[in-house]
T-cell receptor, first 109, second 113 residues
Framework: EDQVTQSPEALRLQEGESSSLNCSYT??????LFWYRQDPGKGPEFLFT???AGEEKEKERLKATLTKKESFLHITAPKPEDSATYLC??????????FGKGTSLLVTP | EAQVTQNPRYLITVTGKKLTVTCSQN?????MSWYRQDPGLGLRQIYY???????DKGDVPEGYKVSRKEKRNFPLILESPSPNQTSLYFC????????????FGPGTRLTVL
């Protein structure tokens, strides 16, 4: 059975304190791994798609990387507005999308 | 403005009373899907549709029906709602099956008493 596990469940950072969120997965035939950001009371917002091990994508203070077993979302010098829940999802050999439970990030001034 | 709309945004109903949550997108996307989000369980896919008249089950399809008669619309039907279907529901769409820049709707908060 395909599984997606995100860690930590919650993370509190000081503004400017860089860190990484982890998404580990076990799927047969990965089509793609996706990162989303979700603010309270809103739908998830797309951040990145990664298709193969070694691939990296960047957007502002965020950088996503992919290996054969996990993905990392690196947050460099975060700001309070980066506070949100970050969701990882994988699409395997079928077309269904399997989400992890998310990491709730709080960045304090 | 490119968007996914859902209606209603909030709904309180009673067990067994059939209801439909509508979803519409204006981006000519082929792929649409429905999710439910519950505390501690995360976002789980209910159904998805690859194109008009083509749908498939996600992880938690029991108790739900969908239809895709037009490209822009993908309604979610609860024929006989039960309290365990109380949840936050999201509709999403993307250009294609492997283009997972999904655009999510604002969500529908459903309470079944």
């Amino acid at each position: 059975e395909d599984q997606v596990t995100q860690s930590p469940e919650a993370l509190r950072l000081q503004e400017g304190e860089s860190s990484s969120l982890n998404c580990s997965y076990t799927v047969s035939g990965l089509r793609g791994l996706f990162w989303y950001r979700q603010d309270p009371g809103k739908g998830p917002e797309f951040l990145f798609t990664l298709y193969s091990a070694g691939e990296e994508k960047e957007k502002e203070r965020l950088k996503a990387t992919l290996t054969k077993k996990e993905s990392f979302l690196h947050i460099t010098a975060p700001k309070p507005e980066d506070s949100a829940t970050y969701l990882c999802a994988v699409q395997a050999s079928g077309y269904a999308l399997n989400f992890g439970k998310g990491t709730s990030l709080l960045v304090t001034p | 403005e490119a968007q996914v709309t859902q209606n209603p945004r909030y709904l309180i109903t009673v067990t067994g009373k059939k209801l439909t949550v509508t979803c519409s997108q204006n981006m000519n996307h082929e792929y649409m899907s429905w999710y439910r989000q519950d505390p501690g369980l995360g976002l789980r896919q209910i159904y998805y549709s690859m194109n008009v008249e083509v749908t498939d089950k996600g992880d938690v399809p029991e108790g739900y029906k969908v239809s895709r008669k037009e490209k822009r619309n993908f309604p979610l039907i609860l024929e006989s709602p039960s309290p365990n279907q109380t949840s936050l529901y999201f509709c999403a769409s993307s250009r294609g099956l492997t283009d997972n820049e999904q655009f999510f709707g604002p969500g529908t908060r459903l309470t079944v008493l």
